[in-house]
Every structure is written in structure tokens, then in C-alpha cells.
Nanobody, 125 residues
Framework: QVQLIESGGGLVQAGDSLRLSCVDS????????VAWFRQGSGKDREFVAA?????????DYVDAVKGRFTISRDNPRNTVFLQMNSLRPEDTADYYC?????????????????WGQGTQVTVSS
């Protein structure tokens, strides 16, 4: 059973960095694709980045974060990270980790079966 727990959110200033972590306490992420989504106040939940678990760990990013955010994984620790650099006020949102079986990258929220509770990121100008 996949059980995702996010951490690492906080209040930062524009230009600062944060690293979010997503740990699977069920220790089953090895064969799952994992993604980060975010949801700002009054907005829909949107895709941010994804990483496959198999092979070379292919990644995908929404254009708004390319070059600033990096998704990575630590297999032995069943953990996926989202390194966020050069943060902007528009990055303010609740960030969610999600997982789905298999090695196909996907951007649709309904393609993911398991979700964490989220961690809040606030970027002040």
C-alpha cells in the first residue's frame, strides 16, 4: 500500500529555494511513477513535474518551472524530491505528491492513484 507523506514546505522570499520531500511509508514506490502537483488558492490542481521509477528515471516538467525546479528520487529511501530554486510569488500553492503504477510519465491528475496530504509553499515578493 502506497502511503505518501510530503514535507519541506514553508514561507520564503522571492528568489529563495526550497526542497520538498515525498516519502512512501509503505515502501512500495520502486515500481511507481511519482509526480508533484500544486494548487493555488481558488485554482485548479496543476501538474508540476514527474519522474519514472524504472530505468534512467525519465522526467517531465511544466513549462513554468523548467530550469528552476528539479525532480529526483532516492530509491533506497523510497523518497522523491522536488528542488525548487528561484522561487516566485506565483509558485505559492499547496504542493502534493502523487503516485501511479508503471513507468509512463503522465500529467493528468486523474491518472494518479495515490496522493499525499500536501505541504504549503508561500513565496513573498
Amino acid at each position: 500500500q502506497v502511503q505518501l507523506i510530503e514535507s519541506g514546505g514553508g514561507l520564503v522570499q522571492a528568489g529563495d529555494s526550497l526542497r520538498l520531500s515525498c516519502v512512501d511509508s509503505g515502501r512500495t514506490l520502486r515500481s511507481y511513477t511519482v509526480a508533484w502537483f500544486r494548487q493555488g488558492s481558488g485554482k485548479d490542481r496543476e501538474f508540476v513535474a514527474a519522474v519514472t521509477w524504472l530505468g534512467g528515471g525519465d522526467t517531465d516538467y511544466v513549462d513554468a518551472v523548467k530550469g528552476r525546479f528539479t525532480i529526483s528520487r532516492d530509491n533506497p529511501r523510497n523518497t522523491v524530491f522536488l528542488q525548487m530554486n528561484s522561487l516566485r510569488p506565483e509558485d505559492t500553492a499547496d504542493y502534493y505528491c502523487a503516485a501511479k503504477p508503471g513507468a509512463k510519465l503522465a500529467r493528468g491528475r486523474y491518472e494518479y492513484d495515490y496522493w499525499g496530504q500536501g505541504t504549503q509553499v508561500t513565496v513573498s515578493s
